[in-house]
């Protein structure tokens, strides 16, 4: 029947598939025999001396036995031997199960042209031992060694050996830390290191978020402290270190040269941008050596609306009616000098019924305060 036949079929071919595949392992299998059969280039170590010889065994016993006749090694006594593997570690060879491994790693091309090892005695302190330090050692154990019921305890003193110098060194830095930041040099520290440095101490004006009308002009001054062992050396700048110059800065003003330990004021020039917002820059000092140094100092600000009233009367409730009934009262405002925009006034005079006391003081008010000034004369 046609299912005899395709099992025939199946069977003959399966057949000559499996011959197939033990033909090439049989094949395989040779090659590498053959291979291991070529002598392996080596480079031997032992002592100050250093041999080169071809290795053409597979055992670790006639590799022994090669390496003893090499050097005149006494035949009965023990040696190690070890190779240096991929990895560059030192691996010990001590069956043939581990010299297999170390030919197949340097045939594979891995251990590079040589196959590199060394030879030493072996002595009984080549075993596995366990060290402890000298603080857990007891009188009745060897130096050097520790017996298994000493073991937990040895580290459980490390342990706080450990903490107890971690707790040094944090106290130790912040002690240094304090001193650095009084200008004096904490001890111990290498007379020989010098370091530009800088401390901010304060904003001598314009506090962080002062408010300013737009287009205003200001004065940012910061007191700096020099907390390194230089003095600051002439050519040292203050530069903007900010991407943008929203501020209308200059790039840099000269600083002075500080001495150790004493403080300066650097005072920049700058200009509010006349849209509303937050704004903000850094600056910080430059060696002429064109290295930065110090903490980064920063400026920041903001800008009001010119149609809001930092008083909060406003008369903001209602949108002013331009019907030409107080265009008296804004021609006085502006012939005072009461800078003012034409919306808010109309809003305040509406709001107090045209009363121009009132209204330009609350307008003196806001403009005093846009403009940084501490205090504002009595009308």
């Known amino acids: 029947s046609e299912m005899c036949i395709r099992d025939s079929i199946n069977a003959e071919y399966g057949d000559a598939r499996n011959q197939k595949v033990r033909r090439i392992t049989a094949t395989s299998l040779t090659r590498l025999t053959e291979t291991r059969k070529m002598s392996t280039p080596c480079k031997v170590k032992y002592q100050n001396e250093i041999r080169r010889f071809n290795f053409s065994g597979s055992s670790l016993e006639e590799l022994e036995k090669a390496l003893k006749n090499i050097f005149n090694y006494p035949p009965e006594e023990p040696v190690v031997i070890c190779y240096q593997d991929e990895e560059n570690d030192i691996v010990n060879i001590g069956s043939n199960q581990e010299l297999s491994y170390a030919l197949d790693l340097f045939l594979q091309k891995k251990l590079g042209p040589l196959l590199r090892l060394q030879i ?8 596995p031992k366990l060290y402890t330090p ?14 298994p019921n000493e073991i937990p305890n040895a580290y459980q003193q490390i342990a706080l050996l450990k903490e107890h110098v971690r707790v040094l060194k944090h106290k130790s830095k912040f002690e240094n830390r304090e001193m650095r930041r009084r200008g004096q040099r904490p001890q111990g520290e290498r007379m020989d290191v010098e370091k530009l440095n800088a401390r901010f101490v304060k904003h ?6 002062m408010e300013y009308a737009p287009g205003v002009c200001f004065q940012k001054t910061w007191r700096l402290l020099n907390s390194g062992n230089l003095q600051w050396p002439q050519g040292t700048i203050f530069a903007r270190v900010s991407k943008s110059n929203e501020l209308n800065a200059p790039d840099y003003v000269e600083a002075p040269s500080v001495n150790v330990g004493e403080e300066a ?3 920049v020039q700058m200009t509010a941008p006349t849209s509303p917002g937050l704004y903000t820059g850094f600056w910080r000092l430059i060696a002429p050596s064109q290295k930065k140094f110090g903490q980064r100092v920063r400026v920041q ?14 008369g903001s409730s209602f949108d002013p009616v331009d019907d030409g009934r107080f265009d008296q009262q804004l021609a006085q405002l502006n012939e005072m000098g009461i800078l003012a925009p034409r919306p808010l006034a109309l809003r305040l005079l509406q709001k107090h019924s ?9 307008l003196i008010r806001r403009q005093t305060k846009l403009l940084g000034v ?3 004369q009595k009308l």
């Open 301 to 314: 600000i903001q800008v009001a609306s010119p149609y809001s009233d930092s008083s909060g009367d406003d």
């Open 374 to 376: 501490s205090g504002i």
């Open 204 to 209: 001598v004006t314009v506090p962080d978020g």
């Open 265 to 267: 004021d650097i005072t």
């Open 134 to 147: 000298p603080f857990a050692r007891s009188s009745s154990t060897p130096q050097g060694l520790a017996l």
């Open 354 to 362: 045209g009363d121009m006391t009132v209204v330009t003081k609350k």
């Open 120 to 127: 030493s005695r072996k002595t009984a302190e080549d075993g």
